[in-house]
T-cell receptor, first 113, second 116 residues
């Protein structure tokens, strides 16, 4: 069965620090990959997605992610985080049937000002 | 943009009662909706796929008689937690995919269920 692993459970950074959150998936076929963010008290929002093409995907709020097929990875990056980036970040992959998303356990990002 | 509304946002009930949670797509039609469950500090776990006009598809380990799903129209899916127990307390989140073809899920704000 497909699975998604997020290596970092909790990341604490100072403002302006660079961010990279790891995400690995298990499925070896064609994948659709997503990063969602959940701000405190709010619902999930899509940050970015990868379906095909350029493996470097740019999303909203200055986030980007790179799909590396050989490493089964889709890490999320941001060059300079802000206090407002404090949130829970979820990596997800569409399941083999193409009907739903499988989520990683999530990474809590805390940014101190 | 696409909006998915869930109601109620928080419900507290007594053990043994049944609770219904609604998920509505407000400005688009969704032949498929998904129900997820999120425990504190944990990820979302897919419970079932709700298909308009047909039976829901449940993930392994999810009791279909416990979590009744009805997708009566293209804009409404309901999840009924039957004979709720304290261990059913959780955050239930629905999502929907626009039937017009957008390949992205839109999530509702979630419904918190507390069973006393």
């Amino acid at each position: 069965a497909q699975s998604v692993s997020q290596h970092n459970h909790h990341v604490i950074l100072s403002e302006a620090a660079s961010l990279e959150l790891g995400c690995n998936y298990s499925y070896g076929g064609t994948v659709n990959l997503f990063w969602y963010v959940q701000y405190p008290g709010q619902h999930l929002q899509l940050l970015l997605k990868y379906f095909s093409g350029d493996p470097l995907v740019k999303g909203i709020k200055g986030f980007e992610a790179e799909f590396i097929k050989s490493k089964f990875s889709f890490n999320l990056r941001k060059p300079s985080v802000q206090w407002s980036d404090t949130a829970e970040y979820f990596c997800a992959v569409k399941n083999q049937a193409g009907t739903a998303l499988i989520f990683g356990k999530g990474t809590t990002l805390s940014v101190s000002s | 943009g696409a909006v998915v509304s869930q109601h109620p946002s928080w419900v507290i009930c007594k053990s043994g009662t049944s609770v219904k949670i609604e998920c509505r797509s407000l400005d688009f039609q969704a032949t498929t909706m998904f129900w997820y469950r999120q425990f504190p500090k944990q990820s979302l776990m897919l419970m079932a796929t709700s298909n308009e006009g047909s039976k829901a598809t449940y993930e392994q380990g999810v009791e279909k008689d416990k979590f009744l799903i009805n997708h009566a129209s293209l804009t409404l899916s309901t999840l009924t937690v039957t004979s709720a127990h304290p261990e059913d307390s959780s955050f239930y989140i629905c999502s929907a995919r626009d039937s017009a073809g957008a390949n992205v899920l839109t999530f509702g704000a979630g419904s918190r269920l507390t069973v006393l």
